[in-house]
């Protein structure tokens, strides 16, 4: 997926709907983000992340089932008694709650990296921010290189005599010691001749100048517009009171059928749709190609 | 500047606002460190981009977070052997409080970008970075530990993290939110931190001594940098 | 006056006491190029470096005298200005590249110094377009081959519209023929833009038709500066090793003002007689017995990541063999090597000693095999010279670790260094040191990946001369090298490998005679009057009827 967004589009959605999932427990919230998150996840393909994502949220949802059923007795409704302790309905539904707003916290997040375009990043935090890119274009740089170079180094050790499997774990990191006192050297080493290409190319030289300036389209707008709607409406149910949500008080249940959550609901769905709508490849493409 | 006191009104007025819309206080609590948090992430690397910090230094505090980054990579499938907390605690000991609390703060970020990115990266960025800062704050002055008391506390640093892991997620997800609850998620997590702490001391044991002489003497070669353009007689 | 000009340049790295940089004084007219020679070490790439500024600028230190471009003292230039003079291209394709895609690592240096956004993409574009590495613009670089990422980094160097370049050791890292074409960039680049250009180099071949001048650095100091053609003829010893191979056939010959370039001098060899000597008969390599072969390999096919890097390879190893495999970069040799010492998984039956090699055990498998991987500093981690060889001795269990670590330092002529720190050697002992830690078990057999990368010549005839020592003794040795008159200096047998296949196996005469690219400057030179002759020794025997004197 060729990501067509700002930059600044991405970090504004994930910003507005982390508030939004974490500033109540309110189930529809957590349908609506989760709604959002998976629809975009899905629409890229990104059926790894999809599944990495349940990956971390099974075992502290596994966890909190636990404790609750062990150690909370709140709630009205008791599905039973065992050694004199209540287990109760509400209990059991927030450990799944929250499990699932766990995951969506996490699906947000990979749908925000999802539309970030690691380029155009770069050249826009690279004029503001020169330094920091800096750094953070060479660890990118580096890190394959040197993973590179630490199972190289691993395999000239193997041959040294050096045993890395089927021995305990004192000698197991001391196995390693060599491999990374060699690997460290060597990237020190490398960090000053890395250092010195980017002086020579005078960098700190002056005030930067950006490439390939990326400018907000259309697609930025309605993905904004789409975003600052949801909110809108987000703000008016929190305001009046309808986005409180406690299930042990069975506070907000009587509200659970105001129709401003349908509308929530809608205005989620419809952001996710304006997402999959912005990024989607351009006909005509504007950009130059340089490939003959 | 003024874009920053903007910034910094903008953020205290949101989070006001959040704190007089939420109604539970685990959910206030949530919001405002998420704010905190960010600030305090932001500001760090602002005050990166305003300190006289140069491209060499840029090029060794990439290098060590892509080391530490790439230890953190490849020994993921050991379950024991967490490298982040030894590396960039001595990483700040020999380079001092703000390289210490960058390379923390930097290689966690990095690194989730193999492991997974999540709502626990900013924590990790801020814990790991702590530790950094920490360790940069005690070998102020040239001052060496020795490597049962660096050892020691690397133990003290496994559990910091995790505990300041444990206490978003008990606040974040915990309901109802009772005291005996809030112990419970540390005791769960008692037996990953002692295997962390594990780790860490056997790691600072074995490779503190060779380590700390490496990284010493790459930063006696970082901080010399005076130019001298007459070269003085004994010299020749 | 010059365009670049040194006066009397002196320079001391911070916290040492002996200056890299003595004394120099030169100076070059704009659009001439530059070859400096020196062996490593020698300070060329730090005298490279005080010309870009990097020293002292970035590396701090001591420094006197005066350097200027175009007549500006570069202490009075902005580092913003002095970045879009001249241009640096390193020694290390992947230590200079900095950004992810191509164009955008080209646009970097632009953006570093504040050239306008509208300007930005036309440079780049009209850079790229130069050098011809436009349809790689959206590529990243990691999938680059080596030579295409040093051609992006001379065009990142370009986009600047410098002045000056200086490249410094560019081609030490690259294959032949990637060489070549980052040679032929460096040639156009000056001709077309008469852009200065200061070419440091080892691999000196083909620099010479390139330079106008040469300058030889020794210990920091300039021992010679002038015009290519004198330094050709300066009847000095030490400069011999520098000088290619047919210049050095020429001035053995006793023939004055030798050319540059392959027409030229097999022109003028036509013109000389061969002595009374015959076409030598080549002194018979030791008839390797045709026992049961060290290792055989029989339909081995190895690959990773759904590619593979060995494709059905069929061969055998004898005792006594020496064998030098060659080929382009990515052919599949290293893994061949590291196939051969157990650290791959591999399809198909791999013998040694009869045994199947998946059976054996690492450890005993080092007994056998010493493998000396490409960078000798890999080998680097104690304080001593002993101590290292002791770390291979004890972790594989050799029975009196000190007499053998005795016994390596001695046959290896390092007994002197034995408490010196390893870092503190020079390349060439650091190199012997993992020679010595691969045969410190007495294994039979030596594997080597590319021990000739990136060494100074003379050093490169101290290895081929300690390799044919360790032959003679009785060790096979299989070697990686895109070096064809090294191979020829050591090796009985030759192997060239293409795409995970071996193409040809046989002696130098089976595999060199009838080859396009894969055979030595000498014999492209001399195979109309004579085809036997590979080496210089063949060729001096052949033309002078004397005894090569080494």
Redesign the interface.
């Known amino acids: 997926m060729k990501i067509q967004l700002h930059i600044l589009t991405p970090v504004f959605l994930l910003v507005s709907s982390?508030?939004l999932l974490?500033?109540?427990?309110h189930p529809f919230v957590i349908c609506g983000s989760i709604l959002l998150a998976v629809t975009v996840l899905a629409g890229g393909k990104k059926w790894k992340q999809l599944k990495?994502?349940l990956w971390?949220a099974l075992p502290?949802t596994f966890?909190?089932l636990l404790?609750n059923l062990v150690?909370?007795s709140?709630g009205v409704t008791e599905l039973a008694v065992v050694f004199g302790k209540r287990i109760t309905l509400e209990s059991i539904l927030?450990?799944f709650?929250?499990g699932v707003?766990?995951l969506a916290?996490?699906y947000l997040?990979?749908m925000a990296?999802s539309l970030t375009n690691?380029?155009k990043a770069?050249s826009y935090c690279?004029?503001k921010?020169?330094?920091?890119t800096?750094?953070?274009?060479?660890?990118?740089?580096?890190?394959?290189?040197?993973?590179e170079s630490?199972?190289?180094?691993k395999?000239?050790y193997?041959?040294?005599?050096?045993?890395f499997e089927n021995v305990p774990?004192?000698e197991?990191?001391?196995s390693y010691?060599?491999v990374?006192?060699?690997?460290?050297?060597?990237?020190?080493e490398?960090?000053?001749?890395?250092?010195?290409?980017?002086?020579?190319?005078?960098?700190?030289?002056?005030?930067?100048?950006?490439?390939?300036?990326s400018r907000p389209t259309w697609r930025d707008g309605l993905v904004l517009t789409a975003d600052a709607l949801l909110l809108a409406v987000y703000?008016l149910l929190?305001?009046n009171?309808s986005a409180?949500f406690?299930l042990?008080f069975g506070e907000g249940l009587e509200r659970l059928s105001n129709p401003a959550w349908i509308l929530f609901l809608l205005l989620c769905a419809t952001l996710a749709g304006c997402i999959l709508i912005a990024n989607r490849k351009q006909r005509e493409t504007t950009e130059v190609?340089?490939?003959? | 500047m003024k874009r920053v006191i903007i910034t910094a009104a903008a953020v205290a007025l949101v989070g006001s606002l959040?704190l007089l819309?939420?109604?539970?206080w685990q959910?206030a609590f949530?919001?405002v460190s998420?704010v905190v948090l960010a600030g305090v992430l932001a500001l760090s690397?602002?005050y990166?981009?305003a300190?006289i910090?140069?491209?060499?230094q840029?090029?060794?505090?990439?290098?060590?977070?892509?080391?530490t980054?790439?230890?953190r990579?490849?020994f993921a499938p050991?379950p024991?052997?967490q490298p982040v907390t030894f590396l960039t605690a001595l990483c700040g000991l020999a380079l001092g409080p703000f390289p210490g609390f960058?390379v923390g703060c930097?290689?966690a970020f990095?690194s989730n970008i193999f492991l997974?990115?999540?709502?626990w990266?900013p924590w990790q960025m801020f814990s790991w970075g702590l530790i950094g800062l920490f360790c940069g704050l005690w070998g102020k002055n040239g001052k060496k530990p020795s490597p049962v008391a660096f050892g020691l506390a690397c133990v003290g640093f496994s559990f910091l993290f995790g505990w300041i892991m444990n206490l978003w997620?008990a606040v974040?997800?915990?309901?109802?939110f009772?005291w005996?609850?809030f112990l419970?998620t540390y005791v769960?997590s008692l037996l990953f931190d002692l295997m962390h702490a594990a780790?860490s001391f056997?790691?600072a044991i074995?490779?503190y001594e060779?380590?700390y002489k490496?990284?010493h003497r790459?930063k006696r070669?970082m901080d010399v940098t005076y130019i001298d353009t007459s070269l003085p007689k004994e010299g020749l | 006056m010059g365009y670049i000009t040194v006066e009397s340049l002196t320079y001391c790295y911070p916290e040492q006491d002996k200056p890299v940089l003595d004394d120099i004084s030169f100076s070059l007219n704009r659009g001439e190029v530059l070859l400096l020679l020196g062996r490593s070490g020698s300070g060329k790439s730090t005298l490279g470096?005080a010309i870009?500024?990097?020293v002292p600028?970035?590396?701090g230190g001591t420094v006197s005298g005066k350097v200027s471009i175009g007549g500006m003292p570069i202490d009075k230039m902005?580092?913003?200005r002095?970045?879009?003079t001249?241009?640096?291209v390193?020694q290390?394709p992947?230590?200079?590249?900095?950004?992810?895609?191509v164009?955008?690592e080209v646009?970097?240096?632009?953006?570093?110094?504040?050239?306008?956004?509208k300007t930005?993409?036309r440079r780049?574009?009209e850079a790229?377009q130069f050098t011809g590495i436009?349809?790689l613009?959206?590529r990243d670089i990691?999938s680059l081959s080596g030579g295409q990422k040093q051609k992006v980094a001379i065009t990142?160097?370009l986009a600047f519209f410098p002045e000056c370049i200086v490249l410094d050791e560019p081609i030490s890292q690259l294959d032949p023929l990637a060489a070549e074409e980052v040679l032929n960039l460096t040639r156009k680049i000056n001709e077309e833009l008469n852009i200065t250009v200061i070419l440091i180099e080892q691999r000196t071949g083909k620099c010479f038709e390139l330079a106008d001048k040469v300058a030889f650095i020794e210990d920091g100091r300039l021992r010679f500066f002038g015009g290519t053609h004198n330094f050709l003829d300066s009847p000095e010893k030490q400069y011999e090793p520098f000088l290619p191979e047919p210049v050095r056939l020429f001035r053995r010959l006793g023939i004055e003002h030798p050319p540059t370039g392959m027409k030229k001098s097999r022109a003028l060899l036509s013109s000389i007689q061969p002595g009374d000597a015959p076409v030598p008969a080549h002194p018979a390599f030791r008839e390797t017995e045709k026992t049961q072969p060290v290792i055989s390999l029989d339909k081995v096919s190895c690959g990773y990541g759904g590619l593979t890097v060995l494709n059905r390879f069929t061969a055998s190893i004898q005792k006594g063999d020496c064998i030098s495999l060659l080929g382009a970069n990515g052919a599949g040799k290293t893994t061949l090597l590291?196939t051969l010492?157990g650290?791959k998984q591999y399809q198909g039956s791999i013998l040694l000693k009869g045994m199947e090699l998946k059976k054996w055990k690492?450890?005993e498998?080092?007994w056998t095999i010493?493998?000396v991987?490409q960078n000798p500093?890999?080998?680097?981690?104690q304080d001593t010279v002993r101590d290292e060889l002791l770390?291979?001795a004890?972790?594989?269990?050799v029975e009196e670790p000190e007499q053998a670590a005795d016994n390596i330092l001695q046959l290896l002529e390092l007994s002197e260094y034995a408490g010196r720190n390893p870092k503190d050697l020079s390349g060439g002992q650091k190199q012997r040191v993992a020679i010595g830690?691969?045969l410190i078990a007495s294994p039979e057999v030596l594997i080597l990946d590319e021990p000739t990368r990136g060494i100074d010549v003379p050093l490169k005839q101290t290895l081929a001369e300690l390799l044919r020592q360790l032959n003679q003794s009785g060790i096979t040795i299989l070697l990686v090298t895109h070096d064809t008159e090294f191979a020829c200096m050591v090796s009985n047998r030759f192997w060239i490998l293409y795409q995970g296949e071996l193409l040809a196996d046989g002696t130098k005469e089976e595999v060199f005679s009838d080859s396009l690219y894969y055979t030595t400057t000498i014999h492209k030179l001399c195979q109309n009057q004579a085809p036997g002759l590979f080496t210089l020794e063949d060729a001096l025997r052949y033309y002078s009827g004397e005894e090569a004197v080494r």
């Open positions: 982390l508030f974490f500033s109540t427990d990495q994502g971390f502290m966890f909190m404790f150690f909370v709140s927030y450990a709650l929250m707003k766990l916290a996490t997040f990979f990296g690691g380029d770069v690279g004029s921010l020169p330094k920091s800096l750094t953070f274009l060479l660890i990118f740089r580096l890190i394959p290189h040197f993973r630490f199972f190289h180094l395999d000239v193997a041959t040294r005599g050096v045993e774990l004192r197991k990191i001391k010691r060599a990374l006192a060699v690997l460290l050297e060597q990237s020190l490398s960090s000053f001749e890395i250092g010195e290409a980017a002086y020579t190319r005078g960098f700190l030289s002056t005030k930067r100048s950006v490439y390939e300036r703000i929190l305001v009171g409180s406690n042990y190609t340089w490939d003959t | 959040m819309a939420v109604s539970e959910n949530t919001l998420l690397f602002l990166f981009e300190s910090i140069g491209t060499k840029i090029a060794l505090i990439a290098t060590l977070s892509a080391f980054a790439v230890s990579i490849v050991i024991n052997v960058l930097t290689s990095v997974g990115q999540g709502p990266t997620q974040a997800y915990l309901r109802p009772t005996l609850g419970l769960t780790g056997l790691l074995l490779f060779k380590f490496i990284l790459y070669r | 470096k870009t500024g990097a600028y970035f590396y902005e580092h913003n002095r970045s879009q001249v241009g640096m390193f290390y992947e230590k200079q590249l900095i950004l992810n895609k164009h955008r646009a970097f240096g632009l953006e570093n110094t504040g050239v306008p956004e930005i993409r780049v574009f790229m436009t349809p613009a959206d990691d990142s160097a590291k010492v650290l690492q450890k498998i080092a010493g493998y991987s500093d890999d080998y680097l981690t770390f291979t004890r972790h594989l269990g830690s691969a």
